[in-house]
């Protein structure tokens, strides 16, 4: 049920996000989950920026000039919000294609695209769907690509505590679940207000917005948008807390 188990991780990471500013959870010995993106949009309901990374329950991919897989098409999704307009949501795997993709060939009985797979033997394209099992899926943009999934890998599986690289392809013929990290990122520095990156403007922020730009003299170091306000509206925050104008 990676469906559950993912969601619950963004759950508790948004809810973490709200008191921290920024939190990292993790997970093991989960489930195929579906399309990485849906769960990095979750934290939009909080307008919070979410990250998701994932290991594949099987390898199909070698490393960069090997013949072995020891990699998933170990996915990443990034969603970044955009306050009214539409947010921004990135959902790739790190292989050239998904695996669904080539299932989807083999169903149809459509031919693979030169570049996606090749054979291990004999380092020629394999074109064949119905022979993708014995075949690697290439990384996308070659070395690169390579190096993602081993990065993902590392952070979403061996910090995990859970089964990456050789040790899944040893024990590829049983089940061994999926291992996934979530990050989420509240850009709403305001602490004194309890918005806590709800959705909205923050209204002590926007206050102190407005008072800036009509009288000056009571906010200083305007600086990327983020300003350390000492007005009477933000009498109830520290001197020199840093106010985020959302």
């Excluded at 990676?2 to 619950?8: K, S």
């Amino acid at each position: 049920m990676g469906h559950l188990v993912v969601a619950r991780a963004a759950e508790t990471a948004i809810e973490l996000a709200r008191e921290c500013g920024v939190a990292w959870v993790g997970c093991r010995m989960s489930g195929h989950a579906g399309a990485a993106g849906v769960y990095a949009a979750l934290p939009l309901k909080a307008d919070m920026v979410g990250l998701y990374s994932a290991v594949a329950n099987a390898n199909h991919m070698p490393l960069a000039g090997g013949a072995d897989p020891v990699l998933g098409t170990n996915p990443l999704a990034i969603e970044n919000a955009a306050s009214k307009e539409p947010p921004v949501v990135l959902d790739i795997a790190t292989s050239i294609v998904s695996y669904g993709t080539i299932k989807n060939h083999r169903l149809q009985n459509k031919p693979l695209q030169n570049g996606w797979m090749i054979d291990p033997k004999t380092g020629e394209a394999a074109l064949d769907p119905h022979k993708s099992a014995e075949a690697l899926l290439l990384p996308m943009a070659g070395y690169k690509g390579a190096g993602l999934a081993l990065t993902f890998g590392l952070l979403a599986g061996t910090l995990n505590g859970a089964l990456f690289g050789r040790e899944s392809s040893i024990l590829k013929r049983r089940s061994i679940g999926t291992s996934a990290s979530f990050a989420a990122r509240n850009p709403c520095r305001d602490r004194a207000c309890g918005c806590r990156g709800s959705s909205g403007r923050c209204a002590a922020t926007t206050a102190c917005a407005t008072e800036y730009r009509s009288r000056p003299n009571f906010c200083h170091n305007l600086t990327n948008s983020l300003l350390n306000c000492r007005s009477s509206h933000c009498a109830s925050a520290p001197r020199g807390q840093r106010w985020a104008i959302t």
